[in-house]
């Protein structure tokens, strides 16, 4: 793991000095000697994780790396495409440097030549002569100067111009992402049209001025030519334009006329975006082209994967014969070798985050895997910044999980990927966790219903969802992750009884396509090597035929160490999953059996999915986002949202209101969403909460802001606030913290002086509400001074929207916590260093199986908020409680909620059970809930159904029942539970 070391904004201060002198060095275009190793491909013998890929270090953006464990040695390789005469390396180092490396160059991939002696790096750019011939460059480090891994910014080789002829006879914009403006028909006339090398498709536009189509060539490349072959509807008027960043655009033309068919340009510039721009059409239709070619210096990244399947004689493709007839049918027709390309990525970074090869001989496709868990990311644009998922999860709503999963589902599909990365559905154990946002619940039952409803609308649209991370995954920085000190001690009862069993219902309610395996290890065992976690828990126990794929990079060991653990795909590359594997068959370490096993699950989902039924139908430039997604994700946000304290201040009455003070930097720039690879670009902009408010509130009310403190306030001014609340009807304050993978919080207390403004606003107007957006559990020492508090989560790009129909009443409030909000640390089943983040080369999981309400109960501490717990402007009654065996082992329990106030709102009956005393087990566990919609004086029965497994626990071999009394509990929160019962178990089990 690498911390943030920077400031954001020293860091792109100096990210953009950086990338203007990429653009100027010597080299770059015509001048010698040449760059040769940018947009070429990278490999490297590890990744820190996805974020960190090798493609970053020769991708010329200075603002993003590439990261290796920490770990020695370690190297990053770029393959020039040919061999060429050198004179020159320049490494631009992270502050992750080496203390000793050396420069090698190689003719085969195989035999290297020292073009540098042993060399100690430099927190910085470090410039090297070097002389020599070859077609692979490597760096190569033997130590590491810190304790984190190596981390490059960008390695750039420099030598002859050989390859600096302008590259007509291929076309770099080939099958890349591409955007256009608008499309006439997105469906017949796709800007993927216009690169897919196909002259008789195209891309059309609206018809209006002005209109433009992009392509993305994966890497900053050095433009010398175009081709536009104009349908009939062509431009009268238009320019070509370069980008570095796809914002600011350079003319690479003047304005100058189109013409009907094909159009030659030669044009000389350096970027990785560009577009055609045209500002005035020659006909009363579009713009509309058949083709848009580029032609770049060198040779073009080796970057571009097709999911196109192949044509070919192979029966089994769209067939009507079941899915494993299909499959035997395929794999009669594979060698080894064959069968291993499907277990493992080939290292590109393009056009997915991770990519299979195709098999053409066996009309095999090529699969696309795409994060993650809150949305399409990867800085992919045109798509819905969702609310995070702890915001789904606040919900208890399956219903609203899986239509934000259909959403998901249809955005990938729109990408043209076939793998979403996610679900994220690890336990929330310590709100300290960096990765808390991007998933569900301190409870196994609710996170496993979650899941269940999210994966089921992901696959409803033809994509395969990819749960993660199993298992025991909750700490981002107590270790070095993916090393032997990220190794958690966990005893198998609570393994199996809080961290397993939300991907068992995953797979098996949900069918969830796949799973990804963590980076952590498991008692001293990797997760990915793990067979009691994988064949046994995942596969047998629950009679799954999906897929475990690995995280990036969390595969280490060895080929037979992770076949026969139950891993079956490896993740970015084939490290081990390529020739490794055949040898370990060979050698008989690995099974042929299990060879064919991981086969089969990998070609029964593709089969299942359609893959080899259709090709792919979308494309990474596709603007996928739509009115009816932005309202899912308002919808969403609002439903999540929990309501935690009102003192009658709530809702607010825009008719008797004048004025309303906005305080704190995230009511106009929020934090919306955390970051690593669950970010989401926003598109369109994000609403903030003062575009919201002031928009709802209307003409009438005066809505001012004032910062007064906050992450992004540069100048805080708490006593401006305090003046502007003074004077206004109602004070709102906004207060965040941001979570991010690859860091964990240090505190769950608000930094940057809110907890100051927030105190200073309540003591000037007693009618302040505080609304919070954080990933997790926060401490409110103002709590008992301020008239009402909303808990947001990162309520994504409708933030402001979906808060400004809370404040005024157009929504309900019916969320409730997934999580327990504690007191402090101090209250917490984790708050000893070595259960969190660790210590000593250990993450003590000694809390056991008392993880959030379980641990408050059992140890009989008042939280701050309850798990369960969410306010509502109407008030719930609950009432006859019935519970009910049944011969087959299992229960009915019904209980009646009435509303008992003056508003239609939402109500979510929670059951708890609890088992008899010498079980062992926590006081209360929820076994089952539902979300009911009630009018003011409206009663509603509600039926749960308790299974024996609902009732048993694990006894270190099996599920166990035994005899005795259990504890029926019905209520709003794990501690008000109104309603009591009794279940009798005469007979074990």
């Given amino acids: 793991m690498t911390p943030a070391r920077w400031p954001a904004w020293l860091f792109a201060a100096l990210a953009a000095v950086i990338v203007t002198a990429l653009l100027t060095v010597p080299g770059v275009g015509h001048a010698a000697p040449a760059l040769l190793s940018q947009g070429h491909n990278a490999t490297s013998s590890s990744t820190e994780n996805a974020a960190f890929p090798a493609s970053a270090a020769v991708d010329g953006d200075a603002g993003t790396r590439w990261s290796s464990l920490a770990a020695d040695p370690q190297w990053?390789?770029?393959?020039?495409?040919?061999?060429?005469?050198?004179?020159?390396?320049?490494?631009?180092?992270?502050?992750?440097?080496?203390?000793?490396?050396?420069?090698?160059?190689?003719?085969?991939?195989?035999?290297?030549?020292?073009?540098?002696?042993?060399?100690?790096?430099?927190?910085?750019?470090?410039?090297?002569?070097?002389?020599?011939?070859?077609?692979?460059?490597?760096?190569?480090?033997?130590?590491?100067?810190?304790?984190?891994?190596?981390?490059?910014?960008?390695?750039?080789?420099?030598?002859?111009?050989?390859?600096?002829?302008?590259?007509?006879?291929?076309?770099?914009?080939?099958?890349?992402?591409?955007?256009?403006?608008?499309?006439?028909?997105?469906?017949?006339?796709?800007?993927?049209?216009?690169?897919?090398?196909?002259?008789?498709?195209?891309?059309?536009?609206?018809?209006?001025?002005?209109?433009?189509?992009?392509?993305?060539?994966?890497?900053?490349?050095?433009?010398?030519?175009?081709?536009?072959?104009?349908?009939?509807?062509?431009?009268?008027?238009?320019?070509?334009?370069?980008?570095?960043?796809?914002?600011?655009?350079?003319?690479?033309?003047?304005?100058?006329?189109?013409?009907?068919?094909?159009?030659?340009?030669?044009?000389?510039?350096?970027?990785?975006?560009?577009?055609?721009?045209?500002?005035?059409?020659?006909?009363?239709?579009?713009?509309?082209?058949?083709?848009?070619?580029?032609?770049?210096?060198?040779?073009?990244?080796?970057?571009?994967?097709?999911?196109?399947?192949?044509?070919?004689?192979?029966?089994?493709?769209?067939?009507?014969?079941?899915?494993?007839?299909?499959?035997?049918?395929?794999?009669?027709?594979?060698?080894?070798?064959?069968?291993v390309v499907v277990l493992h990525g080939n290292g590109a970074t393009g056009p997915y985050i991770g990519n299979t090869d195709p098999i053409p001989a066996l009309c095999v496709p090529a699969m696309g895997l795409q994060d993650g868990p809150a949305g399409v990311g990867d800085s992919l644009d045109g798509v819905t910044e969702l609310p995070d998922p702890t915001a789904l999860a606040a919900t208890w709503d399956v219903n609203a999980a899986k239509q934000y999963g259909t959403v998901m589902g249809q955005e990938f599909a729109g990408k043209g990927a076939n793998v979403v990365l996610g679900p994220t559905i690890n336990i929330v154990r310590d709100p300290r966790w960096g990765r808390d946002f991007e998933t569900y619940s301190e409870d196994p039952y609710h996170a496993g219903q979650t899941a269940v409803g999210t994966v089921q609308g992901i696959q409803s649209q033809g994509v395969m969802a990819q749960i993660k991370h199993a298992a025991a995954y909750n700490v981002e920085g107590g270790a070095s992750r993916g090393t032997p000190s990220d190794n958690v001690i966990i005893d198998d009862r609570t393994l199996h009884e809080i961290y397993l069993p939300a991907f068992q219902t995953a797979l098996t309610q949900g069918q969830a396509a796949s799973v990804m395996c963590a980076y952590n290890q498991i008692n001293g065992t990797p997760a990915c090597q793990d067979s009691a976690v994988m064949n046994t828990a995942l596969k047998q126990d629950t009679g799954w035929g999906g897929f475990i794929g690995s995280d990036w990079g969390s595969a280490t060991g060895g080929a037979p160490q992770l076949a026969n653990g139950g891993l079956d795909m490896e993740m970015p590359g084939g490290a081990f999953f390529g020739q490794a594997l055949l040898d370990a068959v060979n050698q008989g370490k690995v099974g042929?059996?299990?060879?064919?096993?991981?086969?089969?699950?990998?070609?029964?989902?593709?089969?299942?999915?359609?893959?080899?039924?259709?090709?792919?139908?979308?494309?990474?430039?596709?603007?996928?986002?739509?009115?009816?997604?932005?309202?899912?994700?308002?919808?969403?946000?609002?439903?999540?949202?929990?309501?935690?304290?009102?003192?009658?201040?709530?809702?607010?009455?825009?008719?008797?209101?004048?004025?309303?003070?906005?305080?704190?930097?995230?009511?106009?720039?929020?934090?919306?969403?955390?970051?690593?690879?669950?970010?989401?670009?926003?598109?369109?902009?994000?609403?903030?909460?003062?575009?919201?408010?002031?928009?709802?509130?209307?003409?009438?009310?005066?809505?001012?802001?004032?910062?007064?403190?906050?992450?992004?306030?540069?100048?805080?001014?708490?006593?401006?606030?305090?003046?502007?609340?003074?004077?206004?009807?109602?004070?709102?304050?906004?207060?965040?913290?941001?979570?991010?993978?690859?860091?964990?919080?240090?505190?769950?207390?608000?930094?940057?002086?809110?907890?100051?403004?927030?105190?200073?606003?309540?003591?000037?107007?007693?009618?302040?509400?505080?609304?919070?957006?954080?990933?997790?559990?926060?401490?409110?020492?103002?709590?008992?001074?301020?008239?009402?508090?909303?808990?947001?989560?990162?309520?994504?790009?409708?933030?402001?929207?979906?808060?400004?129909?809370?404040?005024?009443?157009?929504?309900?409030?019916?969320?409730?916590?997934?999580?327990?909000?504690?007191?402090?640390?101090?209250?917490?089943?984790?708050?000893?260093?070595?259960?969190?983040?660790?210590?000593?080369?250990?993450i003590e999981y000694s809390e056991g199986m008392n993880v959030g309400y379980r641990w408050y109960d059992s140890r009989n501490i008042t939280p701050l908020f309850p798990f369960g717990f969410g306010l509502s402007y109407t008030t719930f009654g609950f009432s006859n409680l019935s519970v009910s065996a049944q011969a087959n082992g299992s229960a009915t329990v019904r209980a009646t909620v009435t509303n008992t106030g003056s508003r239609a709102g939402a109500e979510v009956p929670q059951l708890y059970i609890g088992q008899p005393a010498g079980n062992g087990e926590p006081p209360h566990q929820l076994k089952g809930y539902q979300k009911i919609t009630l009018t003011p004086g409206q009663s509603q029965t509600v039926t749960f159904t308790l299974t024996p497994r609902d009732l048993a626990h694990w006894n270190g071999s099996a599920w166990t029942t035994n005899p005795g009394s259990y504890g029926v509990f019905v209520g709003d929160s794990s501690r008000n539970l109104p309603l009591t019962g009794t279940i009798a178990v005469t007979t074990g089990s």
């Fill in 76 to 339: 990053l390789e770029v393959d020039l495409g040919g061999t060429h005469a050198l004179s020159q390396v320049v490494l631009n180092w992270e502050a992750a440097y080496a203390k000793a490396f050396q420069i090698q160059v190689s003719s085969d991939n195989a035999n290297w030549t020292n073009l540098t002696p042993v060399t100690a790096g430099v927190a910085g750019t470090q410039t090297l002569s070097v002389s020599g011939s070859g077609r692979y460059v490597r760096m190569y480090g033997t130590q590491r100067a810190t304790q984190w891994g190596y981390s490059l910014w960008e390695l750039q080789v420099f030598g002859d111009d050989a390859s600096a002829a302008c590259n007509t006879t291929v076309n770099s914009a080939l099958n890349q992402p591409v955007l256009a403006s608008s499309t006439q028909d997105a469906g017949a006339f796709p800007a993927s049209a216009a690169v897919d090398g196909n002259p008789g498709t195209r891309w059309s536009s609206l018809a209006a001025d002005p209109q433009w189509i992009r392509v993305d060539l994966g890497s900053v490349r050095q433009v010398c030519g175009a081709e536009l072959d104009w349908e009939a509807a062509y431009a009268s008027s238009f320019q070509l334009q370069i980008s570095s960043d796809g914002n600011n655009w350079t003319n690479l033309t003047q304005p100058m006329a189109g013409v009907a068919g094909n159009q030659t340009l030669t044009v000389n510039g350096s970027g990785r975006y560009v577009r055609m721009n045209g500002t005035q059409r020659a006909t009363q239709w579009g713009y509309s082209l058949w083709e848009f070619v580029i032609h770049t210096v060198g040779a073009p990244p080796t970057t571009t994967t097709t999911t196109q399947p192949p044509q070919g004689d192979c029966p089994w493709v769209k067939s009507t014969a079941p899915i494993a007839d299909r499959v035997n049918q395929l794999m009669a027709a594979m060698t080894n070798a064959q069968k």
């Fill in 592 to 842: 042929q059996s299990t060879l064919d096993d991981m086969t089969r699950r990998v070609l029964t989902q593709m089969f299942r999915f359609g893959l080899f039924d259709h090709g792919a139908t979308g494309n990474t430039g596709a603007v996928v986002t739509s009115a009816a997604h932005t309202q899912v994700a308002q919808d969403v946000a609002a439903q999540g949202s929990v309501l935690l304290k009102n003192n009658g201040v709530l809702p607010l009455n825009a008719s008797s209101l004048k004025s309303i003070a906005l305080l704190g930097g995230d009511a106009i720039d929020p934090q919306n969403i955390g970051g690593g690879s669950a970010k989401v670009n926003p598109s369109p902009a994000a609403v903030n909460p003062i575009n919201g408010i002031t928009r709802r509130a209307g003409s009438g009310v005066s809505v001012q802001w004032v910062a007064g403190a906050g992450e992004h306030v540069q100048t805080p001014d708490i006593p401006a606030a305090v003046a502007l609340a003074q004077k206004s009807d109602v004070a709102v304050v906004f207060a965040s913290y941001g979570e991010s993978e690859t860091d964990d919080l240090a505190s769950i207390d608000l930094q940057f002086s809110q907890n100051d403004l927030i105190s200073a606003v309540a003591a000037a107007n007693p009618r302040t509400i505080v609304v919070l957006n954080t990933g997790s559990a926060v401490t409110m020492p103002w709590l008992n001074n301020v008239a009402g508090v909303i808990e947001g989560w990162y309520p994504g790009q409708e933030n402001g929207n979906a808060v400004a129909a809370l404040l005024f009443g157009d929504v309900n409030p019916s969320g409730k916590l997934p999580v327990t909000f504690p007191k402090s640390i101090a209250d917490m089943p984790t708050a000893n260093v070595q259960q969190f983040p660790g210590a000593n080369d250990r």
